[in-house]
């Protein structure tokens, strides 16, 4: 009797380091993501030798693009790879992969070092980011999926939202340290320091935690869910399973539409949009995008927890429609006046509107996925929907702005996420069906 209390204690505590262990690569990836936003000024002044601001942030933002575009392959090659050997091992090896492209980012000289020695080679710095960006998102196909997919599995009955809802957690923690370093980093080199050298510290504390990351996600354990699984599909067959499933993958992309744009808007384009858009102060900018890493942070395990009561459904249909009706209004009424202030109440209702839709999302989509192929599936939908939509909403913003000469005017593209990811809510989730609740499995459905 006395040996009760401590099993009971230790299965919780248990859960939560598995946790921790799981996302910590997670956290990794979207630091790295996260700095390339920050800094986009200082990366485009280092690597795109243009006089021209626009042209410039549009080559930055259009390389921080190109790494999405790798994602829909990482999510084919390496999302088979883990539903064929296991989420641990899957896991350790985008790890690696993401690790690499993280070091040739921090390690390439500028491309006026390069011209200064050899100037016909000058131009492999560009393209030496570039390929450290695809590699990033090589990895980045399947990352997601396999952190989503391995919290899911893992979860105790009821309360899978609440466990899915952690991958994305686990990116605002990103967000909060990438933002405190950037605004230490503001406040104390001179905006000449940062683009000579300052923009590159952050980097190199990202390639420094690397073996603590490898060590954690080493220890981890493979999931039960897929230990009990008597078929492990080959890559042909994995693949077959995808384009029978294609009508799932193309709605399941359109789910995430809405959190995708949302999530990059609100936190990669912030620190350009405050400093270059609104003509507030870095640190003023920074500061905004620790608040909103700290709201997503509260946000999402409680919505996730309450998609657990209530289903996903109402909560995907309620905030796509808010999102529809005041991404844009929220946006003019911010850059009529621009302030610290009004910066920060505009940006945290985007991101509450951005986490409260996040909470449901993730465990939806690994839902309404087959379980044999769970990873593939989840992580193609994701990436599609990133790769053409989302990892550009930095560039669309910028591009849409200069345009129509409208400073609100990124709200349109969340707005237009928005539409797309409510029809998509409504035809996966008509009737209710297939939404999980209150404990109960959401079938795979096969469209």
């Not at 390339?36 to 930055?60: C, H, K, Q, T, Y």
């Not at 605004?183 to 683009?195: D, R, Y």
């Not at 909103?292 to 996903?312: C, E, V, Y």
Request: glycine share 8%; with cysteine.
């Amino acid at each position: 009797m006395t040996a009760d209390p401590p099993t009971a204690s230790v299965k919780p505590r248990s859960n939560m380091m598995t946790v921790i262990r799981v996302t910590s690569g997670n956290f990794l990836e979207m630091f790295d993501f996260f700095l390339f936003g920050f800094f986009a000024s200082a990366i485009g002044a280092a690597f795109f030798p243009n006089s021209d601001e626009f042209a410039r942030l549009m080559l930055v933002f259009a390389t921080f693009g190109a790494g999405f575009l790798m994602r829909p392959l990482g999510a084919l090659v390496l999302g088979a790879y883990v539903d064929r050997v296991g989420r641990r091992t899957g896991l350790v090896v985008t790890l690696a992969i993401m690790a690499l492209g993280t070091l040739l980012i921090a390690l390439t000289p500028s491309y006026a070092t390069i011209h200064a020695y050899v100037p016909w080679l000058a131009y492999a710095a560009p393209a030496l980011v570039l390929l450290g960006r695809l590699a990033q998102g090589f990895s980045a196909g399947v990352e997601l999926g396999g952190v989503s997919v391995y919290l899911t599995e893992m979860a105790p009955p009821g309360q899978k939202g609440f466990y899915a809802s952690w991958q994305s957690a686990s990116q605002q923690v990103a967000i909060m340290v990438a933002a405190a370093l950037g605004f230490a980093l503001s406040s104390l080199l001179t905006p000449e320091q940062i683009l000579a050298f300052g923009w590159r510290i952050p980097f190199f504390v990202g390639c420094l935690i690397i073996p603590v990351i490898f060590t954690l996600r080493r220890s981890l354990e493979e999931t039960e869910v897929f230990l009990a699984r008597k078929h492990r599909p080959d890559a042909r067959t994995i693949l077959a399973s995808m384009a029978t499933n294609w009508r799932l993958v193309v709605l399941g992309g359109m789910l995430v539409m809405m959190t995708t744009v949302s999530f990059y808007l609100v936190t990669v384009y912030t620190p350009t949009f405050g400093k270059s858009v609104l003509r507030l102060s870095a640190t003023s900018s920074l500061a905004v995008t620790f608040c909103i890493g700290a709201s997503n942070f509260i946000w999402l395990p409680l919505m996730g927890a309450l998609s657990d009561r209530i289903g996903r459904r109402p909560l995907l249909l309620t905030f796509t429609i808010l999102a529809l009706l005041t991404s844009y209004p929220v946006l003019v009424w911010l850059v009529a006046g621009p302030t610290f202030g009004k910066m920060l109440a505009a940006l945290l209702w985007l991101s509450f509107l951005y986490a409260s839709y996040n909470g449901a999302l993730i465990v939806a989509l690994t839902e309404i996925m087959p379980v044999d192929v769970r990873t593939t599936g989840f992580s193609l939908a994701y990436s599609l929907a990133t790769a053409l939509f989302g990892g550009f909403t930095p560039a669309v913003s910028t591009w849409l702005i200069e345009i129509t000469s409208d400073k609100a005017a990124p709200g349109l593209w969340m707005t237009a996420a928005a539409g797309v990811s409510l029809a998509a809510t409504l035809i996966l989730f008509r009737g209710g069906a297939h939404d999980a609740s209150a404990g109960s499995e959401a079938p795979s459905p096969h469209l």
